[in-house]
């Protein structure tokens, strides 16, 4: 199977191992890292070959996964520290007023008037809410909560988000 890592989004990031017999212990990046449960393989950074699930376990603090290709503690050393990626295809479509942080990225930052002011370089999460960074035209960069005070549409078939920065 041919990949384009264009095509693939970072979800988990294994930890360590768990026991000897290939069990890894790994860190959802999902909203709720319990929804790593759907997803029956993923794609292993660098290699970037497919490795299948066989089991996963949700426990209170942690979530361990046994590979169907991992089967001894020599095979899950192989893994630690390793990023774990999905197809974007295999997410969840959203509603019609929601996108995923990687659609945002690179969209053209637009004022109410229609002027270019720079584009999306990132989109974060530290527990309040997204904010959206914008690397403006004139090299600076500016976070603003994405809520619709400032963020006054986003249009992704156009490849721009409109902002009001009056009330900056």
Request: charged residues 30%; aromatic residues 10%.
């Amino acid at each position: 199977m041919e990949i384009n890592e264009k095509d693939l989004i970072y979800v988990a990031k294994v930890k360590s191992t768990r026991g000897v017999n290939g069990e890894v212990s790994v860190s959802s990046l999902f909203e709720v890292p319990q929804s790593i449960e759907r997803y029956k393989y993923f794609f292993v950074e660098g290699s970037w070959s497919k490795i299948n699930v066989s089991r996963t376990k949700i426990f209170k603090k942690h979530i361990s996964i046994k590979f169907e290709e991992s089967n001894n503690i020599h095979d899950a050393d192989n893994l630690e520290g390793k990023k774990l990626y999905i197809q974007k295809n295999q997410l969840p479509i959203l509603s019609e007023e929601s996108w995923y942080h990687y659609d945002l990225i690179g969209l053209s930052v637009k004022d109410l008037d229609n002027n270019l002011l720079g584009k999306v370089s990132g989109v974060h999460n530290f527990g309040a809410g997204d904010i959206v960074e914008i690397e403006f035209i004139d090299g600076k960069n500016e976070m603003l909560l994405f809520d619709k005070s400032f963020i006054k549409d986003v249009d992704v078939e156009k490849n721009k988000i409109v902002i009001d920065k009056t009330g900056v």
